[in-house]
């Protein structure tokens, strides 16, 4: 259940002070050097372009990116943000996916710890730590591509989808059938609330895309996660409408929130890929709430699954 579980891990704490400070250092600068990577992905798929050509260059000007305006974090900080040929300023989202990847590479390399007693231990918790890694850093792609664009690219949770099976039976997770179960019930859960929405409205409630990244979570955190992913995303997403609500009517700045969704179909080809001007109202996709929830599952679902299930237990047993 737990793809966490450090099994023969030790504490980073047990570590000499000098070598736990070392690796965890390393841990974040590896994956800020993912998020930069991430970066291109998040730019570069939904336009169906190569991820490796042509080399990074300035939107605005076209000056190619050199290697030492591009090293993580650091160079977004030393220009201040701005293109060092033209000046003109790039999204602040640049530098928060490669903190992000790095924090987030960083927080699975301490909770998977760093096992000792012999080499095999040490190979099983890397690959762990890379495998989860496709799954965090797809995660934050697949949200800022939602955000941005309101669809989620198949090659994203469909990739993961499989990355997921793939790590599950071939790495030394327990109960891999699980995993197998959790896609399953992840596709076939939310498909049978597109299926509704289908035969009884005739309009989509919710995307497809939605539907193989509930997929892509259940592959990677196993079927037993997915009620709190449920859960937590739309708790999170219903909070988010209402504070974006808030907003609106305190700054007046949208007429509302939601759109129809006739009004939301104007804006989607027949591929039902987004293609069109920005709708006059916000609209919140819920790919990224799931995929939040999906990262919260990871690190604390089990223990918060636990902690409510045991509150409820005393609740009714009075104990
Ligand atoms: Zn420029």
């Avoid at 231990?121 to 591509?145: C, K």
Wanted: hydrophobic share 55%; with cysteine.
């Amino acid at each position: 259940m737990d793809p966490l579980d450090p099994g023969a891990g030790v504490p980073l704490g047990e570590l000499a002070g000098g070598i736990a400070l070392g690796l965890q250092i390393y841990a974040f600068v590896w994956g800020a050097v993912w998020g930069s990577f991430i970066n291109v992905v998040i730019h570069r798929v939904p336009l169906g372009a190569s991820l490796v050509h042509p080399p990074s260059a300035c939107a605005a000007c076209g000056a190619r990116i050199r290697w030492f305006d591009n090293i993580p974090i650091v160079s977004y900080l030393a220009l201040r943000g701005r293109c060092r040929a033209c000046g003109s300023g790039y999204s602040p989202r640049y530098m928060l996916v490669e903190l992000l990847c790095g924090v987030l590479s960083l927080a699975l390399f301490r909770a998977l710890a760093v096992p000792i007693g012999g080499l095999d231990p040490l190979i099983d918790a890397a690959w762990q730590w890379l495998w989860l890694q496709t799954f965090v850093y797809g995660l934050v792609a697949i949200t800022f591509i939602d955000l941005e664009h309101l669809y989620i690219p198949d090659e994203i949770s469909i990739g993961g989808l499989m990355l997921g099976l793939a790590g599950a039976h071939f790495l030394p997770v327990e109960a891999p059938q699980d995993h197998t179960l959790g896609a399953l019930a992840g596709a076939g859960f939310l498909g049978l609330v597109w299926a509704v929405g289908w035969v009884v409205y005739r309009r989509e409630a919710m995307g497809l895309g939605d539907v193989k990244l509930l997929a892509m979570i259940g592959a990677f955190l196993g079927w037993r996660a997915l009620p709190f992913v449920l859960f937590a995303a739309a708790v999170q997403a219903l909070i988010a409408t209402l504070l974006a609500r808030l907003y609106t009517a305190a700054t007046g700045k949208a007429a509302g929130l939601t759109l129809s969704t006739a009004e939301l179909d104007a804006h989607f080809d027949e591929e039902g890929r987004y293609d069109e001007g920005l709708p006059e109202h916000t609209a919140i996709p819920f790919g990224p709430f799931l995929a939040l929830a999906g990262i919260e599952a990871l690190f604390f679902g089990g223990d918060l699954l636990w902690a409510a299930a045991e509150a409820i237990n005393r609740a009714l047993l009075g104990q």
